[in-house]
T-cell receptor, first 114, second 114 residues
Framework: AQSVAQPEDQVNVAEGNPLTVKCTYS??????LFWYVQYPNRGLQFLLK??????LVKGSYGFEAEFNKSQTSFHLKKPSALVSDSALYFC????????????FGGGTRLMVKP | DGGITQSPKYLFRKEGQNVTLSCEQN?????MYWYRQDPGQGLRLIYY???????QKGDIAEGYSVSREKKESFPLTVTSAQKNPTAFYLC?????????????FGPGTRLTVL
């Protein structure tokens, strides 16, 4: 079975500071990893994904994520946070031979303060 | 939210009633999905469909039913057998259901049981 953990319910950062939202996963084969963002009462917006290749993946709105196979992690990062980045962030995983069945983490609320 | 529409945005149901949530996409995607989101939890898969006239149960299918008569449409019925239906329901679609595909989400329907 595949699973995702987002160990922090909330992350607080000051505007202009770097941010990191953590994600670890567990799969039996090669993982395919995704990050989504959700604003209040809205659907999820796709940010980026890792399928294969370069461990550093760049996505929308200046976000990037680093795949670390040895630590089974896929942390989301941004060099300089904006107040408008405040939202709920979800990490998700699928794996080979599991169809496109995404398993989501519980979400991390990012609060960026001016 | 792209080319995926969900209606209605808010839905109120009395206990014992069946209700149907609409999901339509104009992205020409083969695969469609229904998720349920509860506060403090990630998304959980209810049903998914990779082609017309075919669908599979997800992790929490009990008390729900779906149909896929057209490529563009994947309605979800919440039956009276669903014991705790109050939640935020999200529909998604992807190109062809491969596990490397990105799923794109609609804006969601918030269902409240009175």
């Amino acid at each position: 079975a595949q699973s995702v953990a987002q160990p922090e319910d909330q992350v607080n950062v000051a505007e202009g500071n770097p941010l990191t939202v953590k994600c670890t996963y567990s799969v039996s084969g090669n993982p395919y990893l995704f990050w989504y963002v959700q604003y209040p009462n809205r659907g999820l917006q796709f940010l980026l994904k890792y399928i294969t290749g370069d461990n550093l993946v760049k996505g929308s709105y200046g976000f990037e994520a680093e795949f670390n196979k040895s630590q089974t992690s896929f942390h989301l990062k941004k060099p300089s946070a904006l107040v408008s980045d405040s939202a709920l962030y979800f990490c998700a995983v699928s794996q080979y031979n599991a169809g496109n069945m995404l398993t989501f983490g519980g979400g991390t609320r990012l609060m960026v303060k001016p | 939210d792209g080319g995926i529409t969900q209606s209605p945005k808010y839905l109120f149901r009395k206990e014992g009633q069946n209700v149907t949530l609409s999901c339509e996409q104009n992205l020409n995607h083969d695969a469609m999905y229904w998720y349920r989101q509860d506060p403090g939890q990630g998304l959980r898969l209810i049903y998914y469909s990779q082609i017309v006239n075919d669908f599979q149960k997800g992790d929490i299918a009990e008390g729900y039913s779906v149909s896929r008569e057209k490529k563009e449409s994947f309605p979800l019925t919440v039956t009276s057998a669903q014991k705790n239906p109050t939640a935020f329901y999200l529909c998604a679609s992807s190109q062809d259901g491969r596990n490397t595909d990105t799923q794109y989400f609609g804006p969601g329907t918030r269902l409240t049981v009175l």
